[in-house]
């Protein structure tokens, strides 16, 4: 049965360790607070009374479908397509093709800041490889202008951050429920780590400095992993409610 993704692309590397992913949980979350078509999730309540679980969900799609066989991968974006069509039916109204792309690229740009951060930089070859994967993922969306390759890509990105994101209520009240859910310390550490990895125009329009507290922390952290001390560190920061979900990320090793 052929893999939607090679058992050993870089892809799986990324999305096969919950560290990694975490930081693209962060980065996502800060830019689609953003992004002016939030309001769609607005629209059916779920974004505001669950923020985490519902980026986490979106999150967990994603890594879903980097690990199925192609078939399994055809239908969990058949369904995610399925499921926003009867959201639109709802409202009356399409959600816009430049939102599906936007919501595409922050998996791509993340799933690359997150890993070059806690690991080591990719090639151009690598990011390639990643491009095509949630390249393949759009054109079954049947999304539009979706460029060929990752170096066409970038320019392409700085468009969509440009034309896309604007600081909002939206942006005020999510930022009100993160910290809500979180707690002032684990908020604090939310903030600290979506500076690592968000690009500038992001950090910009958020009024973030570039520096993080944690950025010394990080090689700690690396290190940290060959003795397990990384899972004390989730126990402490992480929700309870989202542990053991997390924990299950873990396929890749260290």
């Given at each position: 049965?052929?893999?939607?993704v ?25 830019e ?89 930089p ?49 942006t ?82 260290p």
């Amino acid at each position: 049965m052929k893999n939607f993704v090679e058992s050993r692309s870089i892809v799986r590397k990324i999305w096969g360790k919950s560290d990694t992913i975490l930081f693209i949980f962060a980065g996502a979350s800060a830019e689609f607070a953003l992004n002016k078509a939030v309001d769609w999730l607005y629209f059916t309540g779920k974004l505001p009374s669950d923020p985490l679980g519902r980026l986490f969900s979106t999150v967990s799609y994603a890594r879903r479908i980097v690990f199925a066989s192609e078939s399994e991968a055809f239908k969990a974006i058949d369904t995610m397509t399925q499921i926003h069509t009867t959201v639109e039916k709802k409202r009356g109204a399409s959600i816009p093709d430049w939102a599906y792309r936007d919501v595409l690229f922050m998996l791509i740009y993340y799933s690359i800041s997150a890993y070059e951060l806690l690991e080591k930089p990719l090639t151009l070859e690598d990011k390639e490889e990643v491009y095509d994967v949630f390249y393949r993922v759009g054109m079954r969306m049947g999304l539009k202008d979706l460029p060929l390759s990752y170096k066409a890509w970038i320019p392409v990105r700085q468009f969509h951050l440009e034309q896309d994101l604007q600081m909002s209520a939206h942006t005020s009240d999510l930022f009100k429920q993160y910290r809500e859910h979180l707690g002032y310390l684990r908020f604090k550490v939310l903030l600290e780590a979506q500076k690592l990895v968000l690009p500038y125009h992001v950090r910009t329009l958020l009024n973030f400095n570039r520096f993080s507290i944690l950025k010394p922390s990080v090689f700690i952290y690396k290190v940290g992993r060959n003795i397990k001390l990384d899972r004390l560190i989730k126990k402490l920061l992480l929700p309870s409610d989202y542990k053991a979900q997390i924990r299950a990320l873990d396929i890749s090793k260290p």
